[in-house]
């Protein structure tokens, strides 16, 4: 069975750094794009970095130069180092895989497996 599990979430004041790593399990981490979404409350899912199977990663607009997504196959995990963060980077961060990469890889509902999310909050 595919699973993805986040960790690292916390609470950090604005300005400042956290990252998030994902866990993957399933021998399918190699072969899948991997994502990160972040939601807050009352708010649609939103993509904040895609991580292709091959090239370099994809951001958002609203995170690009401060973030960076990598995957590390050989240890089957995913990470997104966080830099400069502020209030409006507050909300749930889930990672998500996506079989082959089929799909358009910025919408939420291609995604065939998620994590169950982890806190990330910032103060200001």
């Known amino acids: 069975q595919v699973q993805l599990m986040e960790s690292g979430g916390g609470s950090v004041q604005a300005g400042g750094s956290l990252s998030l790593s994902c866990e993957f399990s399933?021998?399918?981490?190699?072969?899948?794009?991997m994502a990160w979404f972040r939601q807050v409350p009352g708010k649609e899912r939103e993509a904040a970095a895609i991580i292709p199977v091959t090239g370099e990663a994809k951001y958002d607009d609203s995170v690009k130069g401060r973030f960076t997504a990598s995957r590390d196959n050989a240890k089957n995990t995913l990470y997104l180092h966080m830099n400069s963060l502020t209030p409006e980077d507050t909300a749930m961060y889930y990672c998500?895989?996506?079989?082959?990469?089929?799909?358009?890889?910025?919408?939420?509902?291609?995604?065939?497996?998620w994590g169950q999310g982890t806190q990330v909050t910032v103060s200001s």
């Open positions: 399933g021998d399918i981490y190699s072969r899948y794009c």
């Open positions: 998500a895989a996506l079989r082959d990469c089929a799909g358009d890889w910025w919408r939420p509902n291609v995604y065939d497996y």
